[in-house]
């Protein structure tokens, strides 16, 4: 399958061909229905397809669409997985299950977040521990998501942001915008205020289908940091820990963490990696965000930002409601030939790796 292939224009398109690929690579499949519907009418599901012993102890877990609009690469990567020929050379003993949009509504509608607005990754908290506060976040809560888009108010609140960084620093400031928060539902990075259908229908799904696991290796597919078409594999696992170890071990010292000074990722508890740490207390979790990069990241948080005021202040059907859109499907979505070749490359290298790593385990 050619790198271009692997890629769809639209949900719809990104389903119809995962579910081919499976077909094709003798995977079973199961689909999950998502209550909503898409922007076409059309029927959304988190799918699920399986390769291997069903009593597996050993699982390459990849999961896409956690930050929906982010699902036009993740579904990608796990499309030329599906499609490589690489199911068939799999070590005796194990199996892979690639989960197919986490967040379907997200990723139909174009939206990073889900039904509610929440961010799934800021979702995978323990809902009855309380919420962590962001003071940071509450102080630049309008700043961020004004509720006009008109030149002047952009201007004023892109000095005002950019103020709050060079006095605040880049701690403070990745602190207050991206750790996530949990007080305003109508912001970004919004944790929600419950277990969101994602991550309820996640839980379930794996407590149910790796019940036998041992040894888990989880790739969850991202987009939208980092340098352009690159994959940094980024994981929530504390540095020092053996999980993060084991991550060096298996990928190389390109793997990061939120304890190794890189200024890229926040610790934030609520990503999908805790929660397949939680979900499978028996297994050994060796999980990582591989996070693809598109725009710098002044051009990704503004076309989110310009999202979000759609959402509540706009008319997706109108010209600007559509030109924002595209705005933001070209934060997270990079389109080019050569960009869709790194992501297909690195996706094959990534999920190549977590295979021989188990085999070796
Ligand atoms: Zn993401």
New binding site residues.
């Given amino acids: 399958m050619r790198p271009d292939d692997c890629f769809s224009p639209d949900y719809g398109s990104a389903r119809r061909r995962f579910l081919d690929a499976s077909a094709a690579a003798g995977a079973t499949t199961e689909a999950i229905a998502h209550p909503g519907r898409g922007p076409g009418g059309e029927a959304l599901a988190m799918d699920v397809a399986w390769f291997g012993p069903a009593d597996a102890e050993r699982v390459l877990l990849t999961c896409s669409a956690?930050?929906g609009i982010?699902g036009f690469c993740g579904s990608a990567g796990q499309i030329a997985w599906l499609a490589g020929g690489r199911l068939r050379e799999l070590p005796p003993g194990i199996a892979c299950m690639a989960v197919h949009a986490v967040n379907p509504y997200g990723f139909a509608w174009q939206r990073?977040v889900n039904e509610d607005n929440v961010d799934l990754?800021r979702n995978f908290i323990d809902h009855a521990a309380g919420y962590p506060e962001n003071a940071g976040y509450d102080e630049l809560a309008e700043t961020l998501c004004p509720r006009s888009l008109d030149e002047e108010t952009l201007a004023a609140t892109q000095r005002a942001l950019e103020a709050f960084e060079a006095e605040r620093g880049p701690t403070a400031w990745l602190n207050a915008v991206v750790k996530g928060q949990y007080r305003h539902a109508d912001g970004l990075f919004y944790g929600g205020r419950a277990a969101a259908w994602s991550n309820r229908t996640l839980r379930a799904l794996l407590g149910r289908r790796l019940g036998a696991a041992r040894q888990v290796a989880y790739i969850?597919f991202?987009?939208?940091?980092g340098p352009s078409g690159y994959g940094e594999p980024m994981s929530s696992h504390p540095y020092g820990s053996a999980a993060f170890r084991r991550l060096r071990d298996w990928y190389g010292d390109e793997v990061t963490s939120t304890g190794d000074g890189s200024m890229n990722f926040v610790e934030n508890d609520g990503d999908s990696i805790n929660a397949v740490v939680e979900s499978l207390p028996q297994a050994e979790v060796t999980g990582i965000?591989l996070?693809f990069g598109t725009l710098p990241e002044w051009d990704v948080l503004n076309a989110m930002r310009r999202e979000n005021w759609l959402q509540f202040h706009g008319d997706r059907e109108s010209r600007q409601g559509r030109d924002i859109v595209a705005g933001l499907r070209a934060a997270?979505y990079g389109e080019t030939p050569a960009w869709k070749r790194s992501i297909v490359e690195r996706s094959l290298e990534m999920q190549a790796k977590a295979v021989a790593a188990l085999a070796a385990s």
Avoid at 222 to 225: A, F, K, N, R
């Fill in positions: 956690t930050h982010e990073r990754n969850d991202h987009s939208g940091l965000c996070e997270f």
